[in-house]
């Protein structure tokens, strides 16, 4: 993790105080200062040099860089003439003691409902982020930019947030087994209704099992049978929202064998039984 790296709690929304577009028509080197305010800034095109506490950063075309509020920061070699940027100054709160990063690589693969105790982790982004196969976050910043000319800094502050996600999802991993931990999670999504055992996961990724399941952890914060396990349940729920299929077909189908087992585990994991769930989004059933 690189030094003054931005966290961001998940509980909170970032708070847009000016975005815009700059260019540099002559001499310019960034501003000597200590910012009461996050920055995120976007290179177009040119470049430019940033210094955050003795660290020397260069930014290139498409590349999306954040500095930190309250650490001096600076430039001395001037912005190569032409260079264009967008820019944004936002507020966001530090993560509280204690709070926990939000394991990458599980949230991001398909669409899910955040279990409660996730509101209280926070998304790690990177220095710099390197954006030149990612349109998306320049449109964002296009759409932030346009949100907040017309005085809508809500909408500026949820396009900021998409910045966020897209960048802490396209970081790259702080270590080389991620291939393994790639393959191993690529193999869980497409069996995790069946009951494989520890010699199918070490054929997988060609690691012992025990071995594999200490990198899974360290990365994505679940065992491998917790990992299965969420997967079960997200497709338990949306079988529960989107069918009338009978509670114990739908256990069958997402590889619990016992009805009973199913619903305790669902229980555990939601507050309430499949069959209360299932009423919450189908009424008078």
């Known amino acids: 993790m690189d030094r003054h790296a931005l966290k961001i709690p998940c509980n909170v929304m970032p708070f847009i105080c000016e975005t815009d577009y700059s260019v540099s028509l002559g001499t310019m080197i960034h501003a000597d200062r200590v910012a009461p305010f996050h920055v995120a800034i976007y290179l177009l095109r040119g470049s ?23 650490v001096h920061h600076w430039g001395e070699k001037p912005f190569e003439e032409g260079s264009a940027w967008y820019y944004a100054h936002f507020y966001c709160k530090e993560p509280d003691t204690g709070m926990e990063e939000l394991p990458r690589n599980v949230y991001y693969d ?25 349109g998306q976050i320049q449109k964002n910043f296009e759409k932030m930019i346009e949100a907040h000319v017309h005085g809508n800094i809500p909408q500026a502050s949820v396009r900021l947030w998409q910045i966020f996600l897209e960048c802490a999802k396209n970081a790259p991993g702080d270590s080389v087994e991620n291939g393994y931990v790639k393959k191993l999670r690529e193999f869980i999504q497409t069996h995790y209704t069946k009951s494989f055992d520890a010699k199918e996961v070490e054929t997988v990724c060609g690691l012992s099992y025990k071995y594999a399941g200490t990198l ?3 990365e994505t ?65």
């Open 221 to 285: 914060g679940q065992t491998i049978r917790e990992y299965q396990r969420t997967l079960r349940l997200r497709k338990a729920k949306q079988l529960l929202k989107e069918t009338d299929k009978p509670i114990a077909d739908i256990a069958r189908l997402t590889g619990f064998s016992d009805v009973f087992y199913f619903s305790k585990v669902f229980c555990a994991e939601q507050g309430c039984p499949p069959s209360e769930y299932r009423r919450t989004y189908i009424p008078g059933i």
């Open 48 to 70: 430019m040099e940033i210094i955050e506490d003795g660290d020397r950063y260069e930014l290139l075309p498409h590349r999306l860089f954040f500095l930190k509020s309250g």
């Open 216 to 218: 899974f952890k360290e």
């Open 110 to 134: 398909t669409k899910v409902c955040l279990n409660p105790q996730d509101n209280e982790k926070y998304i790690a982004l990177p220095k710099m982020t390197d954006c030149e196969r990612m």
